[in-house]
């Protein structure tokens, strides 16, 4: 659904989504106040043409992912941090589907992203310090295969 107004389309806003861990997680697993890395590139190779000096062709090679980033509340009770420390601890991997998902304001769908061949790569936790009011924050670094959109 197309969102408009009196001066046309509004596009949607960015700090209501959800993420889901399939077959990992439960409802508190799909609160994070932000997600990075939805990106994608082409590896190019280069190779000189004899004769045209005025450029270098460019060819496409293969698509790169960046690490998915995740950050949230640290919680008590997660059964995503326990697929982390599963691997981290014990070396068992075992690659996740995660949906990333852009809400409108009912709560409907606007945009999926479903990533692919997940597997946590780095876990940490925001600094504790005694003079600051502030919460702590776990950061998940993902890896993945791939993306597509829904």
């Known amino acids: 659904m197309v969102e408009t107004g009196a001066g046309g389309y509004y596009p949607p806003v960015g700090f209501h989504f959800k993420v889901e861990f399939v077959q990992i997680g439960n409802n508190n697993d799909t609160r994070f106040q932000s997600v990075s890395g939805l990106s994608v590139e082409y590896d190019t190779e ?6 045209e000096n005025r450029f270098e062709h460019k060819l496409p ?3 790169k992912y960046p690490d998915l980033s995740l950050k949230r509340g640290m919680l ?4 995503v941090i326990k697929w982390c420390q599963d691997a981290f601890q014990n070396r068992k991997f075992s690659p996740a589907h995660i949906i990333v998902t852009l809400l409108n304001e009912k709560h409907e769908p606007l945009r999926a992203w479903n990533i692919y061949n997940a597997w946590p790569k780095k876990w940490s936790v925001s600094d504790l310090n005694a003079q600051e ?11 993945y295969s791939y993306f597509t959109l829904a």
Do not use: Q
């Not at 280069?46 to 004769?51: A, D, Q, R, S, V």
């Open 61 to 63: 090679i293969r698509t």
């Open 46 to 51: 280069t190779f000189k043409e004899g004769g």
């Open 133 to 143: 009011n502030a919460i702590v924050v776990e950061t998940l670094d993902l890896s």
């Open 76 to 79: 008590k009770d997660s059964e």
